[in-house]
C-alpha cells in the first residue's frame, strides 16, 4: 500500500479497473443507445439502482449461496486431502485412484449436475453435494501430487534418522503439499460458489441461482442482473482472498 | 514388473471396478430409479435409431465449443500481449479478467442473448471461458523468460518488439499449452450452459429435456457424450502440451 500512495488516487484507479471500467461504460452506452425495454436489458446504473433500493431481497439469498459454498468447500476440500493422504499411505490405492480422479477432473462436471440432481433429489443437499464433488477433483489432485514432491534428499534423510511412516507425513508430506493445496483453494474457491448457483438455477431450489431463475421469469431483469451482480462480486472476492491465501502459503512453506 | 508398468495395470484396474460398480448399483437398484446400469446406456448409444439424434446435437455443440475456444484463445492470447508490452495496463486487464471469470455463466447467457443471437450464445459464452484460462497462463509464461536472456537480448541490441517476438513469446508456449489443455472441458461447459438459453439444439438441449422429461437413459447418454468429447479432446491437448515442454519447455 506504502509503494502506490506516491501516486494520486484517480490515476491509482484508472490503472487498476480500467477493463472493468470501460466494460460498464460500455454497456450503459449500449443499453441507452438501442433504447433497450429494461425488461430485455437494464443499465449497469439501474441494476446498482434495485440493489441500493431493495437490499433485503438479496440477502436472505446470498446467505443460503454462501453458507452451501462454504460448507461445501471445505467439506470437498477436506474429503480430498483425507483420500489423498490415505492414497499416500499406500501405493495400491494410490494407483487404483489416481488415474480415476484425473479423468474425472478433466469431465465437464456441470453437466453432471442434472443427473446429479435426479440422483439426490431436488434440495438444498442436493446443491451442496454438487459444490463437495466439484471442489473434491482438485484438492485431491493438487494434494496427492504435493504430498509426493518433498524437497529432493529429504526423505532419505527422514528415513535415515528413523522417523516413523506418521512423522514423514506430519513433517514432510503435508507441509511439501501445503503450496499445492492453496492452488487448489484458489481454484476451488471462485468455483464453488458459481456452481452452486447454477445447481440452484436447474433445481429451482433456493439461493441466488434460484432468484435469478425466477425474476428472469417475471421480467423483473434488474433484479436477475442484480443478483448475478452480487454473485460475481462474491465471487471475484473470493478469488482475490484465496490468491492472497496462496501468497501467504508459498511465502511460509514454499 | 517396472514401478510405471504395475501403476498402469492399477490403474486400469481402478478405472474397470469403477465401471463394474456402475452396473452392479444399476442392476440392483441400489441408486434407485435415477441410476441406469452402464448397459442399459451403452445399449442405447449404440442403437442406430437414435444415433441421427445424437450425432446432429454433438455436432452443434462440438461446433459452438470450437468456435468459442477459438474466439476465447485468440482474446485471451491478445489482451495478455498487450498488457505484457504496455505494462501499466497490467494491473487493469487482471481485474478484468479475474472480474469476468466471477460473472456467472448463467449470467452471461441472456447478456448474450441479446448482443448476439440465440445460436451464437453457446460459443459467446464458451469463450469468456476459454479467454480467462488463456490470459492467465499466457500472462505467467510471458514472464518465465530469464533476466540473463533479456540482459543477453538488451546487449545484441534487439528492440522491444524483437525481444518479444525471439524470446518472450517461445518461452511462453509450454504455458499456452497448459491453458489451452486445460480451457477445452471449460469451453464445453460453456457452450453447454449457453445452450440452456434458447439454442435449437445441441448436448445441453438434449440434457435439459431428457432431466425435465424424466428421461433417465437418455440424461446418462447425453452426458456420457459430453464427458467422452471432452476427454477426447484434452487428451489430444495433452499430447500438444508434452510437445510443446519437449521443444521448448
Known sequence: MERASGRPLLLRLVEDYWGILLLLLGWQLWVVL????????????????????Y??????????????????????????????????????????????????SSVPVVALIPVIARLLGYDTSTVLAIVVIITFFPSFVFAS?????????SEDLFRVLGA?????????????????????????????????????????????????????SDFQTEQAFG??????????????????????VRERYG | MSAGRWNVLLGALGIA?????????????????????LSAVLEMLADDSKWALFQRALAATLQETAL???????????????AHLVPPLRRGSDRLAAVLNSVPSIALGPIFLVLLSRDSTPAAVSSIHVFFIVFVSVSSGLQRATPAHRDLFAVLGADRLKRFRRLELPAALPALASGLRLAWPAALIGAIIGEWFGASRGIGILI?????NFQIVLLWCAVLLAVGASLLFYGLLTLLERGAYARFG
Open chain 1, 34 to 53: 438501442n433504447r433497450f425495454n429494461p425488461i430485455v436489458m437494464p443499465t449497469p446504473v439501474a441494476v446498482l439502482g434495485d440493489l441500493v433500493a
Open chain 1, 164 to 216: 516413523s511412516r506418521l512423522s514423514v507425513l506430519w513433517r514432510l508430506a503435508l507441509p511439501a503439499a501445503m503450496p499445492n493445496l492453496a492452488i487448489a483453494f484458489k481454484l476451488a474457491a471462485a468455483h464453488a460458489i458459481l456452481a452452486a448457483m447454477v445447481a440452484e438455477f436447474l433445481m429451482g431450489t433456493s439461493g441466488l441461482g434460484y432468484l435469478f431463475a425466477k425474476t428472469k
Open chain 2, 17 to 37: 471396478l469403477f465401471l463394474v460398480l456402475w452396473e452392479v448399483i444399476g442392476r440392483l437398484g441400489l441408486g434407485g430409479i435415477s441410476w441406469p446400469p
Open chain 1, 55 to 104: 437490499p433485503m431481497v438479496y440477502v436472505q439469498s446470498v446467505g443460503i449461496t454462501l453458507a452451501v459454498a462454504v460448507f461445501g468447500l471445505i467439506a470437498g476440500m477436506a474429503v480430498g486431502t483425507g483420500l489423498a493422504v490415505a492414497a499416500w499411505f499406500s501405493a495400491v490405492a494410490s494407483g487404483l485412484l489416481n488415474p480415476l480422479t484425473i479423468l474425472f
Open chain 2, 68 to 82: 468459442g475456444y477459438i474466439w476465447g484463445t485468440a482474446a485471451g492470447l491478445g489482451l495478455a500481449t498487450v
Open chain 1, 227 to 248: 443478483a448475478s451482480a452480487v454473485a460475481t462480486v462474491i465471487s471475484a472476492t473470493a478469488f482475490l482472498l484465496a490468491g492472497w491465501v496462496e501468497k501467504r
Open chain 2, 208 to 212: 435439459i429435456n431428457a432431466m425435465q
Open chain 1, 145 to 153: 501430487s504435493g504430498l509426493r514432491s518433498p524437497p529432493p534428499g
